[in-house]
T-cell receptor, first 113, second 112 residues
Framework: DAKTTQPTSMDCAEGRAANLPCNHSTISGNEYVYWYRQIHSQGPQYIIHGLKNNETNEMASLIITEDRKSSTLILPHATLRDTAVYYCIVRVGGSYNNNDMRFGAGTRLTVKP | NAGVTQTPKFRILKIGQSMTLQCTQDMNHNYMYWYRQDPGMGLKLIYYSVGAGITDKGEVPNGYNVSRSTTEDFPLRLELAAPSQTSVYFC???????????FGQGTRLTVV
């Protein structure tokens, strides 16, 4: 089973920030938090990842709590094209034989005009 | 750059038939994964591989087999297809370090 829990769905107004939460209370010290999104039935697309520090790239920001048990993905100015299912996963970094990558159900974000 | 390529894109199988879903990547990634996605659901891990010659079961391996004879290719074999295997199948690959995974565009399989 997935190691994360996310709300089933969220709405956001176009142009506003979208804040997507994720709980990963059993995360291990060597596990990273990754976010992907899936638009329609396309293959998932990588957004961002982090270990313990907050991260920002051209797509989004990732805020990880100090105890690393939860995180928030922030899309600063959501557009209609950001409507998608967003997946939060945890994954070990480095070469381990048990390095699988499991997805949960994700959060369906709908950006409304 | 081709990235992760899956073939075929669509396929209809009859119950009891077998087929191989092909996945190849040109990024020299060690790790490769197979997922299935049923309508309205998230991705479920079927099998994964951390390198040539090494494979391991994921969450839903029953009814499937895999092999990894080269770094580039990770085929998924369905034996005795069943209607429950109707799904969209995604292949992914990544380096073993803390980097992103790349996904193919999927194979939509219908078993009738």
């Amino acid at each position: 089973d997935a190691k994360t829990t996310q709300p089933t769905s969220m709405d956001c107004a176009e142009g506003r920030a979208a804040n997507l939460p994720c709980n990963h209370s059993t995360i291990s010290g060597n596990e990273y938090v990754y976010w992907y999104r899936q638009i329609h039935s396309q293959g998932p697309q990588y957004i961002i990842h982090g270990l313990k520090n907050n991260e920002t790239n051209e797509m989004a920001s990732l805020i990880i709590t100090e105890d690393r048990k939860s995180s928030t993905l922030i899309l600063p100015h959501a557009t209609l094209r950001d409507t998608a299912v967003y997946y939060c996963i945890v994954r070990v970094g480095g070469s381990y034989n048990n390095n699988d990558m499991r997805f949960g159900a994700g959060t369906r974000l709908t950006v409304k005009p | 750059n081709a990235g992760v390529t899956q073939t075929p894109k669509f396929r209809i199988l009859k119950i009891g038939q077998s087929m191989t879903l092909q996945c190849t990547q040109d990024m020299n990634h060690n790790y490769m994964y197979w997922y299935r996605q049923d309508p309205g659901m998230g991705l479920k891990l079927i099998y994964y591989s951390v390198g040539a010659g090494i494979t391991d079961k994921g969450e839903v391996p029953n009814g499937y087999n895999v092999s990894r004879s080269t770094t580039e290719d990770f085929p998924l074999r369905l034996e005795l297809a069943a209607p429950s295997q109707t799904s969209v199948y995604f292949c992914a690959s990544s380096y073993p370090t803390d980097t992103e995974a790349f996904f193919g565009q999927g194979t939509r399989l219908t078993v009738v």
